[in-house]
């Protein structure tokens, strides 16, 4: 369902708890780190518990609150941070869980923008930072700025992270590529690609791990960008076998006179850096690049004025579950992989059954029963 990146509750939990939940790629777990550095400045005596995930869909965000309100009692002297993701379906919200709990909600989808929400009572009385200009990383650490002026410890905590989310910020919101030649633009340029390096190399966990190590020392932002440029690297090297299988395996559908390449099986390391590659290639003429994932999922990466959030969002929701995101990046659920996970289960054991029986056909290929009849019989009435 998801990470727990931090968990610093005690068994006997006095202290006031700060949950923060957030997005599991490296805008979201960025943003987790500066909340948790600032709060921590603000109030020693708190402690925290981080959640971090790519699943953002409203299911799974709705199953994890829950976790969270069945072992927390929480109550008006906690927080809640939702980072770089949407807050829980206004239904849950209703049923008044969290109803005294301050909650904060730092974002930049448009598909997550506070009018979603302020447009009923249950959505007004969270905290909503939100710009399309900047990623969660970068407002979060605005969020922040403020307190600089109250004492030095949060401007010297500013400093040190502002590296750090602005870099991050140039990458998810695709401002690196925007960026010039100069000297500076192509070190902010080489510190963004680090960081997408360094998140998918060093999985969730690593990267947060990473990025919290010696946090408010001198030397922090250069240390940290040495070690994610050696990352990048050995990226640049895996990427390229990617890219290699993405040309051989892409496929073109015609959806409304707009050419999607899509591409089934591609790790989502690479998923961003393909499709620019693709979208660069004179070979190839897509305005969106689909890639359909071994999940259920199905992530777009759209190029021009073709939003691809809008396309994200109704395919979601037409396969009944969601979807969203920004205008050139996005991604929905299609398809439950709880269900691809107990029919591959089903098709294991009825096989299995079949071959302790000596129940073969002639030929000896497999179980009398057709693989499409041992499908459909599981999954008869299931959405």
């Avoid at 399309?132 to 979060?140: G, H, I, N």
């Avoid at 590529?177 to 390096?197: H, P, V």
């Amino acid at each position: 369902m998801a990470d727990i990146v931090c968990d610093t509750r005690s068994q006997k939990r006095k202290k006031p708890l700060v949950v923060v939940v957030t997005h599991g790629d490296a805008d979201g777990l960025v943003a987790a780190a500066i909340v948790k550095a600032f709060e921590e400045r603000i109030n020693p005596e708190q402690s925290f518990l981080i959640f971090s995930g790519m699943d953002v869909t409203e299911e799974q965000t709705e199953k994890l609150f829950d976790y969270i309100c069945k072992y927390n009692d929480l109550g008006i002297r906690d927080k809640i941070y939702i980072l770089d993701r949407p807050i829980p379906p206004l239904g849950w919200l209703s049923m008044g869980y969290v109803c005294d709990v301050p909650m904060i909600h730092i974002d930049h989808h448009i598909t997550n923008h506070p009018d979603t929400y302020t447009f009923d009572e249950r959505g007004k009385y969270i905290l909503h930072h939100w710009s399309e200009e900047e990623s969660a990383a970068f407002l979060s650490l605005e969020f922040f700025k403020p307190l600089q002026e109250k004492a030095e410890v949060f401007k010297k905590l500013y400093n040190t992270f502002y590296d750090l989310a602005k870099a991050t910020s140039e990458w998810d919101t695709f401002h690196w590529k925007q960026l010039g030649e100069t000297t500076n633009d192509l070190l902010w340029k080489k510190k963004a690609l680090s960081i997408n390096a360094a998140e998918k190399l060093l999985g969730s966990v690593g990267f947060y791990r990473a990025i919290q190590e010696r946090i408010g020392e001198e030397d922090y932002s250069q240390d940290l960008f040495t070690y994610f440029f050696r990352l990048q690297d050995a990226y640049d090297h895996q990427f390229q076998n990617a890219y290699e299988f993405a040309k051989r395996s892409v496929t073109e559908y015609i959806f409304k006179s707009h050419r999607i390449g899509v591409i089934y099986g591609v790790d989502v390391n690479y998923q961003s850096m393909i499709a620019d590659y693709l979208f660069l290639d004179k070979k190839y003429h897509f305005d969106v690049i689909a890639f359909v994932n071994i999940y259920g999922t199905v992530s777009f990466r759209g190029k021009g004025n073709f939003d691809v959030s809008i396309l994200a969002q109704k395919l979601g929701e037409f396969c009944g579950h969601s979807g969203g995101g920004h205008k050139n990046a996005s991604g929905c659920k299609i398809y439950n992989r709880d269900r691809f996970k107990e029919n591959l289960l089903e098709l294991f054991y009825e096989s299995m059954d079949a071959l302790k029986l000596g129940n073969f056909n002639k030929k000896g290929r497999g179980p009398k029963k057709s693989l499409f009849f041992i499908k459909k019989k599981y999954t008869k009435g299931k959405i």
